[in-house]
């Protein structure tokens, strides 16, 4: 965001607010201006509140010991019945990092695991509760010993407010699977987030917030915690072929009791993939069979599920509902907890799946079973290219990749897991090259992303932005299902993203793509059919 930008917003608050009735809020002394040490009549505002309760944050926090709020009401007689609030003073100490701070730093850390330390702890942003500053970038280093890796866990975030991508926010969280920042962007953080997770690849993880923006959010708080690897067999010593998990003999005398269990752990760092199979398959599963089955990946992994096989009982003359009958579950971990994604029943073949982080959990209910019930065949991948088959990926985001018309002329893009759903909680972006003298087209021969336009957060939509430049919040959303659409864009750049929240699935988009010269740009307009043509800053029918 350059200065001019930040002015402007900050002018917007301001003209907004200081036409009526208002709110200042002073939480930081005067101890650097030109009067004496607390709040005074030197003293700058931190904030200014107006408007309804939906426009005033849930908690208002002082950047030391004090805070002076300053009502001021306009000239013009109003029904505006004011604020009520509480107001608590809390231990400073509960909020300090358990890292060791670097000398003559504001705000960079590390944090070392060492024997007979305690192997978590706590992190958070400069002034936590209390907004951070501008102008900051704090750096905490994690170093675990050689055969640990470190868990973290974002409980929670809020840095500015909305769904924009990550790419036009000047306030950020990046996350490097590495001790330096040209290692591999794990996650980017940015918006408000709750309850993320992510595991390292490896003993070393350099966590980077960087704020430049005059709209300073609340922070984010986070904890740590030094990981031994596991060492033992992802798919249990029972079974005869790695990869493939096969429970039949593990059953044992089991089957023809009463129940049966079978319970399973995937970590990528043993395998990148197998089958997953009920008990049993093919043949018929035993009743009152219940499994339950964990994938663990880690660094910048998603879990891809692909279905090979499904068939499983249905109960004659039922309505079509999963919890009467044998049944699959798909959980994902949404706002640090555990959320059921789908649940999968019959005969009907579920499209691939892909997980929101680095973790994915199936239940498996098979209450009745038949002779005619197979049951199910999963082929497994943790996947680091989010299962998007072109392109190249950068290393600098977490799932963003490059289409140079030097490397080729045209192809084909798709979004994350296509065409099965796409991944919750993801932002990816395709970057578009052309030479000097071309432009870029893109002809999507399928579109279906959730959503109602105009594609906003209110409506909890996801999205799909198009724009000639790098950073750009202005341009329009799209979303919902489409029959077809044609894009061009106005220079020899484009740039594509795609952002999912965490609420609902769809089957993302397939897109053809060619870099053509200005001369050919006609062979390429639609006829009178009817169908979406945009033409960047332009919009054509």
Same mark, same amino acid.
């Given at each position: 965001?350059?200065? #001019? ?19 200042? &809020? ?154 330096? #920042? ?72 089991? &089957? ?73 579950? &798909? ?38 079973? %038949? ?128 952002? %999912? ?41």
């Amino acid at each position: 965001m350059t200065s #001019s930008e930040k002015f402007k917003n900050l002018k917007q608050i301001l003209t907004r607010c200081t036409h009526g009735d208002f709110l200042k &809020v002073y939480s930081e002394g005067g101890t650097h201006g030109p009067g004496p040490p607390g709040i005074n009549e030197y003293s700058a505002w931190s904030r200014i509140l107006c408007g309804n309760r939906a426009d005033a944050p849930p908690a208002l926090y002082s950047h030391g010991p004090l805070m002076v709020l300053e009502l001021q009401s306009g000239g013009k007689a109003s029904n505006a019945s004011g604020f009520i609030g509480t107001y608590r003073f809390i231990d400073r100490r509960n909020f300090e990092t358990d890292g060791v701070k670097v000398a003559e730093t504001l705000c960079d850390y590390v944090f070392t695991s060492q024997p007979n330390k305690p192997a978590h702890g706590r992190l958070y942003s400069p002034r936590y509760p209390s907004s951070y500053p501008s102008n900051v970038r704090c750096s905490y280093h994690f170093n675990a010993r050689k055969n640990e890796r470190i868990k973290l866990i974002f409980e929670e975030s809020y840095l500015q407010k909305g769904d924009e991508s990550c790419l036009n926010r000047a306030d950020i969280i990046k996350v490097f699977d590495g001790k330096v #920042s040209t290692a591999p962007v794990i996650a980017m953080l940015c918006n408000e987030i709750v309850g993320y997770e992510i595991l390292s690849t490896g003993p070393e993880l350099l966590v980077q917030f960087t704020a430049n923006s005059n709209t300073h959010g609340q922070g984010f708080k986070a904890s740590y915690q030094f990981l031994m690897e596991d060492n033992s067999s992802a798919d249990g010593e029972s079974n005869k072929k790695p990869g493939v998990i096969d429970v039949s003999s593990a059953l044992g005398p089991a &089957v023809s009791a009463a129940t049966s269990s079978c319970h399973q752990i995937f970590r990528s760092d043993k395998s990148s993939g197998g089958k997953l199979i009920s008990p049993l398959y093919p043949s018929p599963y035993p009743p009152k069979t219940q499994c339950h089955y964990d994938f663990l990946a880690r660094g910048r992994e998603r879990v891809r599920l692909v279905f090979e096989d499904f068939s499983l009982q249905r109960v004659t003359g039922s309505i079509i509902d999963c919890e009467s009958m044998d049944s699959l579950d &798909v959980f994902l971990y949404v706002d640090g907890r555990l959320e059921k994604m789908a649940s999968y029943c019959g005969n009907d073949v579920p499209k691939p799946l892909m997980s929101n982080g680095p973790k994915l959990s199936i239940e498996f209910r098979g209450i009745y079973s %038949s002779r005619y019930s197979r049951g199910f065949k999963i082929s497994y991948y943790f996947v680091q290219d989010y299962a998007i088959a072109t392109g190249k990926q950068l290393l600098e985001f977490p799932c963003a990749f490059v289409y140079n018309s030097t490397e080729q002329r045209k192809g084909v893009m798709t979004s994350p897991n296509h065409p099965g759903l796409y991944p919750r909680d993801t932002e990816c972006n395709y970057f578009f090259y052309g030479r000097k003298d071309e432009i870029v087209h893109l002809h999507f021969t399928h579109f279906d992303v959730e959503g109602v336009v105009p594609c906003e957060a209110i409506s909890a939509s996801d999205y799909v932005q198009f724009t000639s430049k790098m950073i750009d919040k202005n341009s329009p959303r799209h979303c919902g299902q489409l029959r077809e659409l044609r894009i061009a864009s106005e220079s020899n750049f484009l740039r594509v993203t795609f952002r %999912s929240n965490d609420r609902l699935d769809g089957t993302g988009f397939k897109a053809e793509y060619i870099f053509l010269k200005d001369s050919e740009m006609q062979s390429i307009k639609p006829d009178s059919s009817g169908e979406d043509f945009i033409l960047l800053n332009k919009t054509c029918s």
